[in-house]
């Protein structure tokens, strides 16, 4: 089996939204109406830099099997720039097939590449699947950090000070 993996594009719109339906369905989310999830991405892919991509997708036998959603952050203390790994996601029918570790390596290459220092994750504390296969590729756990989140009237407020 031979996953291709590339950065998206705007032609890719529509497989990433449905990779994205899928995402949510798995995750038990409110379904996401998949038209305005293709509009949505192709504005997405349209506005991004591709100095700074944000959607590696993975294909095999031409059908998209998965995604990795990241963001590079410039440097803090160390000069060195980190990939976020926002969400890896691998759809049902192509799990255990070895296609998020060819996402991770393919985002590890690129970071090699671009000089980028680390790739930083979270994921969900009771997530035993997500925190083996992490613990597989040798990730460290860091517990000296708390996730924080502003959102909804939290957002609002901050905005209008």
Known sequence: MTVDIRWARVDDAEALATLLCAMAAHYRQAPLDHSRAAATTRQWLGDESPAYPHFALAFVGGE????????????????????????????????????????VGFLAAYCLMKGIG???????????????????????????????????PALRAIADD
């Open 64 to 103: 998209v099997a998965g995604l990795a959603s990241v963001a590079i952050a410039h440097p803090g203390i160390d000069l060195e720039r980190l990939m976020f790994l926002k969400d890896l996601f691998v759809r049902d029918s192509a799990r255990d097939k070895g296609i998020g570790r060819a996402l």
């Open 118 to 152: 680390r790739i930083d994750l979270t994921t969900e504390d009771w997530n035993e699947g997500a925190l083996r296969f992490y613990d597989r590729l040798g990730a460290e756990r860091h517990s000296q950090k708390v996730f924080l989140r502003l959102t909804g």
